[in-house]
């Protein structure tokens, strides 16, 4: 039997074993080009378009289409002759992962439905998965096993903007985030319905962070800065408007229009420095080059 967990983009909410995590108006806009040429797209967060924000047309969508523009986006894990392939279209030689064990990447674990993106967990004990058992940063190692998951990749960078996703999540972790040269970006990591009744705030919890993957740094990989937020409500109940301004001078958090959080660059060395061994001129706003953009599910075992 296969037990559907069901992540949108536009993301929806938990229904018996769905995960629904919906893009829908995934937006990223940038600043100083023909402002006339994007009203048709705002961020919920300036409507009156103050900023004079220009939709980029390569890395947003709507996800209103037929089919997924894999121009594009990077389904990881597409299947090619009955088996799931990791092989990126523009990096063919660099070596893809495959998902947070125990769960893998299938590229079978998402569909088109209503203008929105649906993303799957399924339990799938007969999945061709890895042999491979990695040691990851965090956590122990563990094979991948009877669990699979979705992800999307951008396949085009950009650097500074605002970024836009409506979203609601559910019973495993769901993830709008970003990898650069060297940093990691991550806006959101939900988790939207917890079992135990000592961690029933993770139901309600914004975790967002910027990490630095240097290997020449101390602690490669953990937060060089990160908040987590009580929201108040439930995540996985409703969809929520996530929304991030980043530019070289930091980073301002919107949920439903509303600010939620401002950190400045100074802000984030101030805090990389205090509590991460980092040599005393370090400067941990590590989020300053081009990114792309990832759209995934992953089990976190610390969660269970």
Same mark, same amino acid.
């Given at each position: 039997?296969? *037990?559907?967990? @069901?992540? /949108? *983009?536009? #993301?929806?909410?938990?229904? /018996?074993?769905? &995960?629904?995590?919906?893009?829908?108006?995934?937006?990223?806009?940038?600043?100083?080009? %023909? @402002?006339? =040429?994007?009203?048709? $797209?705002?961020?919920?967060? %300036?409507?009156?378009?103050?900023?004079g924000w220009v939709l980029n047309r390569e890395v947003s969508d709507e996800f209103d289409g037929e089919t997924i523009d894999e121009a594009r986006w990077y389904i990881v894990g597409k299947f090619e002759d009955g088996k799931p392939v990791y092989r990126h279209p523009d990096k063919p030689n660099k070596k893809v992962w495959r998902g947070r064990a125990p769960s893998q990447f299938s590229g079978r674990n998402y569909r088109l439905e209503n203008g929105k993106l649906i993303l799957e967990t399924r339990w799938e004990p007969d999945f061709p998965f890895s042999d491979e058992i990695r040691v990851p940063v965090f956590g122990e190692a563990m094979p991948h096993a009877n669990i699979t998951t979705a992800c999307f990749i951008s396949r085009k960078a950009f650097k500074y903007g605002y970024m836009e996703s409506k979203a609601a999540d559910a019973e495993v972790t769901?993830? &709008?985030?970003?990898?650069?040269?060297? &940093?990691? &970006?991550d806006f959101f990591e939900l988790f939207g319905d917890h079992r135990d009744v000592q961690k029933l705030d #993770?139901?309600? !919890? #914004?975790w967002w962070s910027s990490r630095d993957w240097n290997p020449a740094v101390n602690e490669t990989g953990k937060p060089v800065y990160t908040e987590h937020h009580d929201l108040g409500f439930r995540v996985a109940d409703d969809f929520h408007i996530y929304g991030v301004e980043w530019d070289e001078?930091? +980073?301002?958090?919107? +949920?439903?229009? =509303?600010? #939620?959080?401002?950190?400045?660059?100074?802000?984030?060395? =101030?805090?990389?420095? !205090?509590?991460? /061994? +980092?040599?005393?001129? *370090?400067?941990?706003? $590590?989020a300053n080059k081009p990114l792309n953009l990832w759209l995934d599910q992953e089990t976190f075992p610390w969660h269970t």
């Open positions: 039997m296969k *037990y559907t967990y @069901v992540a /949108q *983009y536009k #993301l929806s909410r938990l229904v /018996q074993f769905c &995960f629904i995590c919906l893009t829908l108006g995934l937006t990223a806009c940038s600043q100083g080009i %023909d @402002v006339a =040429k994007s009203h048709d $797209v705002l961020p919920f967060s %300036d409507p009156a378009n103050t900023g769901s993830a &709008f985030w970003s990898m650069g040269q060297g &940093f990691e &970006f #993770l139901d309600r !919890e #914004l001078n930091g +980073v301002k958090y919107y +949920v439903d229009g =509303k600010l #939620l959080s401002t950190v400045t660059s100074s802000q984030v060395t =101030k805090w990389a420095r !205090e509590n991460r /061994q +980092v040599p005393a001129d *370090y400067q941990g706003y $590590v």
